[in-house]
């Protein structure tokens, strides 16, 4: 049998990427002619229609989203390949850091992706809290760091935005306390510095009853019923129910995650990986089932910003 045509494949991926014929053409370098001409010789080396016509669109057929699959894979290997047998390829140890929070939502897709690219660097990665990574950047202990930006001293460059949330057991009814028993970062912690604002100014009771680095800790404290604490949505976990105004909370200011680079002999690398981190972020959405009790998280996740259903309890997944 012979072999799919590479070029074939990623034209089809660019399509399906943006949405449209004419775009991935500019995209690929082709004109819209040669473009159909590409898929109609894929289709007839799968032998199944990749697209269907949904009004001025063209969409993927069912065979077409298994096929995008199989196209993602094999273009990913390509790449590898190549960069095993370039020596101009990158070469050498990076070391990032990040907060153990975002470690957990993001790192997984940020390796994945880097090292596919890029089989000979060596990444050594360090979790802390924000103030800890500014520091270590400061020191020339790491060469770049995912942080929580701060505009105080408008630190690093945004890359992705979330929205900061109250969150509760879905358990317990610990946000129903005349005094809240809260759980927070350490003072230095913007988010902490954030939901005091907003409970003062609401005139709310509470007491600061866990203070740590540890997003564990704080996930924890949150799930047992012992306090309730605000995370960004990339944070939330099965269990938790997320409050709003509704519930007597008011709205706090979004989250968002930047980048930081220290002062790096292999600026090659620190840019790579950067690039590498900000395409990630960008194309990683929340976890969550599409559809619990009508709210349509696919909505959520494609339009990032948009609050989460007033009490929503979050499912497993």
Same mark, same amino acid.
């Given at each position: ?23 991935? =053409?500019?995209?690929? &370098?082709?004109?819209? $002619? !040669?473009? +159909?001409?590409?898929? #109609? *010789? ?102 770049? =760091?995912?942080?929580? &930006?701060?505009?105080? $001293? !408008?630190? +690093?460059?945004?890359? #992705? *935005? ?102 790096? =002999? ?7 990986? !950067? ?43």
């Amino acid at each position: 049998m012979a072999p799919l045509d590479l070029d074939q494949l990623q034209t089809f991926i660019t399509i399906s990427d943006m949405g449209s014929f004419t775009k991935a =053409a500019d995209e690929v &370098h082709r004109t819209q $002619s !040669a473009v +159909s001409m590409q898929m #109609r *010789r894929l289709e007839e080396r799968i032998g199944k229609p990749l697209f269907e016509k949904e009004g001025r669109t063209n969409r993927l057929t069912e065979d077409g989203e298994r096929l995008l699959s199989y196209a993602r894979r094999l273009m990913h290997l390509n790449r590898e390949t190549l960069a095993a047998f370039d020596d101009r390829a990158l070469e050498g140890t990076v070391r990032i850091g990040l907060p153990d929070d975002y470690a957990d939502r993001f790192l997984p897709e940020i390796m994945a992706r880097f090292s596919r690219s890029n089989p000979r660097v060596e990444l050594t990665v360090v979790c802390e809290p924000t103030p800890g990574l500014v520091e270590h950047l400061k020191r020339g202990n790491l060469d770049l =760091a995912i942080v929580t &930006h701060n505009d105080a $001293s !408008a630190q +690093s460059e945004v890359v #992705r *935005r979330e929205p900061l949330l109250w969150v509760s057991s879905a358990n317990h009814a610990t946000h129903e306390e005349p005094v809240l028993p809260m759980a927070f970062g350490r003072p230095t912690c913007i988010w902490r510095r954030a939901a005091c604002d907003v409970l003062d100014k609401m005139n709310r009771d509470y007491r600061v009853l866990f203070s740590s680095y540890s997003a564990t800790v704080i996930t924890a404290a949150v799930l047992s019923g012992l306090a309730i604490s605000v995370l960004p949505e990339c944070a939330l976990r099965p269990g938790m129910r997320v409050l709003s105004e509704s519930d007597g909370f008011g709205a706090l200011p979004d989250c968002r995650i930047g980048i930081m680079r220290g002062h790096s =002999a292999r600026a090659d690398i620190v840019e790579a990986i !950067a690039r590498h981190i900000s395409e990630s972020l960008d194309n990683i959405s929340v976890p969550l089932a599409e559809e619990t009790a009508g709210f349509d998280f696919a909505a959520l996740a494609a339009q990032r910003g948009r609050r989460l259903k007033p009490g929503h309890i979050l499912p497993g997944w």
